[in-house]
């Protein structure tokens, strides 16, 4: 086992010969620099001891605090006074310096106090080293972690913030630090416009973790808008005190745009990107409820089916079939308000919702305005291609149960209108039925 290494910085030489006894006796392997050496630091990093004694006496009682100092600040080593037969209260009070560990030592010392004080201090230093060690240990986990970190204290002032968070944020956090965190993560709400800055107190009042909202926005120090995500958690000790809270947020840039698409995908019509027949039913059903609640809100749905469209197909091919249908959607939404729907069914069958209108009156002249934006051919490619729409009407009524029976009503009324030739709209009867 190797000996403890102990150096007394002392310009006495009969006081080290007197040390130097004691602690050979204990069993300590122990060596000498002069206190005044001008290389002092070096020698003593050279010699790697555990603990450094440190002679004072009035005379040079600055020159021994400032190398206490520089051995705390540079080396991290123990540092133990070697008082007199009175203590130096002014050196061994100074209980804010980072040397000074509470421990003074009289040369008159015996062994055994002398053995227990060293003891302490080389305890009070491994439980040092392994605070700094978790702490390290810690701080690497944080700064390693692919998302942003920010802790606060319980004031909300920021303590400590990791290289991801000062990438989103803008901040660098020696310019973070003791700031709000409302100034730093400053978040707003996507729809709203409004701030959100009551969760990190939140959590701290609450002691509750808080999942950020899907719809937060961090404001960089530049001003940039970016869609972020996570959660706040508290920060307790032992005892279970809240402390503080600790901020967990990344860029959900890249999952909101996968989800736009996959929203797109679900719920729009790749070819012509209108709304596809699950959109526009659940917009349907919205509208039906809302005319259950208001007794004069009225609607109506047209089912439309764009006539010889088998045999543009068969004589252009699918591929110009395609882009026939994606020019004829783009006219028939002409034909609308903003306030109503088209969708794309399938094929080349379309449906229109046109909300609150006055009477039946509103829906035929929609269907006017079809036929005639039909009449002028579409160029597909260098190709004139005419079609016409045969074109169906079912009018909302509190007879109606169901949504879905309006846009079946609207397509039976269709099929009369494609039995009367081409460029026809009919309107929905119970007689169509029988």
């Given amino acids: 086992m190797d000996l403890f290494r102990i150096i007394v910085i002392e310009d006495k030489n009969i006081a080290y010969v007197e040390i130097e006894q004691k602690l050979q006796k204990i069993g300590y392997s122990i060596s000498e620099i002069n206190g005044l ?40 080593i123990p540092v133990l006074y070697l008082g007199k037969d009175s203590i130096e209260p002014r050196l061994c009070n100074q209980n804010t310096c980072n040397w000074y560990y509470g421990n003074c030592i009289l040369k008159k010392y015996d062994k055994k106090k002398l053995y227990t004080t060293i003891k302490v201090a080389l305890y009070q230093q491994q439980i040092e080293i392994r605070i700094q060690q978790e702490h390290h240990k810690w701080l690497t986990a944080i700064n390693s972690m692919g998302s942003a970190v920010i802790i606060i204290d319980i004031h909300s002032k920021i303590e400590l913030m990791n290289p991801m968070a000062e990438a989103l944020t803008g901040w660098h956090e020696s310019e973070a630090l003791a700031v709000s965190i409302e100034r730093v993560l400053e978040i707003i709400d996507s729809h709203t416009g409004r701030k959100i800055d009551y969760l990190f107190q939140q959590v701290i009042v609450t002691g509750e973790v808080v999942t950020l909202p899907d719809t937060c926005i961090l404001i960089t120090k530049s001003g940039k808008q970016i869609p972020i995500g996570d959660s706040i958690a508290p920060i307790c000790d032992d005892h279970g005190n809240i402390n503080g809270a600790i901020i967990i947020f990344q860029d959900i840039s890249e999952r909101k745009k996968i989800e736009s698409q996959l929203l797109r995908h679900a719920f729009y019509d790749s070819l012509t990107s209108l709304p596809n027949r699950v959109l526009f039913q659940d917009v349907l059903q919205q509208v039906f409820e809302r005319s259950k609640q208001q007794k004069d809100y009225q609607f109506a749905v047209l089912f439309i089916d764009l006539d010889g469209f088998k045999g543009i197909n068969d004589k252009f091919g699918h591929r110009i079939g395609d882009e026939f249908l994606a020019v004829a959607a783009q006219r028939l939404e002409s034909c609308l308000r903003n306030e109503d729907t088209i969708a794309r069914l399938g094929g080349d069958e379309f449906a229109i919702l046109l909300e609150d209108i006055i009477n039946i009156t509103s829906a035929t002249q929609v269907a006017q305005r079809i036929h005639k934006t039909l009449e002028s051919p579409l160029n597909i490619n260098g190709h004139e291609i005419f079609t016409t729409a045969s074109i169906g009407i079912s009018i909302s009524n509190h007879e109606y149960e169901e949504a879905g029976l309006l846009l079946r009503d609207a397509d039976i009324a269709m099929y009369h209108a494609k039995d009367k030739g081409k460029a026809n709209y009919v309107i929905f009867h119970e007689r169509l039925i029988s």
Avoid: F, T
């Fill in 37 to 76: 050496a001008s290389d002092i630091i070096k020698r003593i990093s050279e010699a790697n001891p555990n603990v450094v004694l440190l002679g004072s006496y009035s005379s040079e009682c600055n020159k021994y605090v400032e190398i206490a100092g520089l051995i705390q600040e540079k080396l991290n």
